[in-house]
Antibody, heavy 123, light 105 residues
Framework: EVQLVESGGGLVQPGRSLRLSCAASGFTFDDYAMHWVRQAPGKGLEWVSGISWNSGSIGYADSVKGRFTISRDNAKNSLYLQMNSLRAEDMALYYCAKGGRMYGSGSYLFTYWGQGTLVTVSS | DIQMTQSPSTLSASVGDRVTITCRAS??????LAWYQQKPGKAPKLLIYKASSLESGVPSRFSGSGSGTEFTLTISSLQPDDFATYYC???????FGGGTKVEIK
């Protein structure tokens, strides 16, 4: 059974940093691209960032480019999101999502999702 | 940039009703269209991909159709478990529609 468990969320002041983690199990982690998708309270879904199986291809939404960094550790079956210079508009539930075997055009299909970790940005 | 527009934003229906949700892309996305279901407090769940392919384990009352710029998600006979918010997504680039909340009438 595929399981994705996010952690690392919490309350943080504007301008500060936070690192999210996602522990994956139930599938061959290093065969798949992985993604972060967020959902602001009462709002819709927004893709944040994605990474190919070997970290060779990485993408970011314009809203987080230059502030967020995605990474993965295939030996630990883990995905990460380093979030710097956090803003009020970054406040959301952050989901880890399993992608396809490829990364790029036509492959942003999210087959499994974790339950999310909540990031609150407030002074 | 491609825009994804869902309609309606809210839909009131009764158990047993046939429900149709529409998703329009501002330019052709071929069949790179997925539908997700999200219940309150839960993560989204993939229902349909490639516009009309049913994800494994999804009940057959769900169906998808369309190609190019216009797509539909149909629930043939609405069940109590189906009251949720539904999102379309074009997965050529990761863009979601705004969502359609299906409420109890």
């Amino acid at each position: 059974e595929v399981q994705l468990v996010e952690s690392g969320g919490g309350l943080v002041q504007p301008g500060r940093s936070l690192r999210l983690s996602c522990a994956a199990s139930g599938f061959t982690f290093d065969d798949y691209a992985m993604h972060w998708v967020r959902q602001a309270p009462g709002k819709g879904l927004e893709w944040v960032s994605g990474i190919s199986w070997n970290s060779g291809s990485i993408g970011y939404a314009d809203s987080v480019k230059g502030r967020f960094t995605i990474s993965r550790d295939n030996a630990k079956n883990s995905l990460y999101l380093q979030m710097n210079s956090l803003r009020a508009e970054d406040m959301a539930l952050y989901y880890c999502a399993k992608g396809g075997r490829m990364y790029g055009s036509g492959s942003y299909l999210f087959t499994y999702w974790g339950q999310g970790t909540l990031v609150t940005v407030s002074s | 940039d491609i825009q994804m527009t869902q309609s309606p934003s809210t839909l009131s229906a009764s158990v047993g009703d046939r429900v149709t949700i529409t998703c329009r892309a501002s330019q052709s996305i071929s069949s790179w269209l997925a539908w997700y279901q999200q219940k309150p407090g839960k993560a989204p769940k993939l229902l349909i991909y490639k516009a009309s392919s049913l994800e494994s384990g999804v009940p057959s009352r769900f169906s998808g159709s369309g190609s190019g710029t216009e797509f539909t998600l149909t629930i043939s006979s609405l069940q109590p478990d189906d009251f949720a918010t539904y999102y379309c997504q074009q997965y050529n680039s990761p863009l979601f529609g705004g969502g359609t909340k299906v409420e109890i009438k």
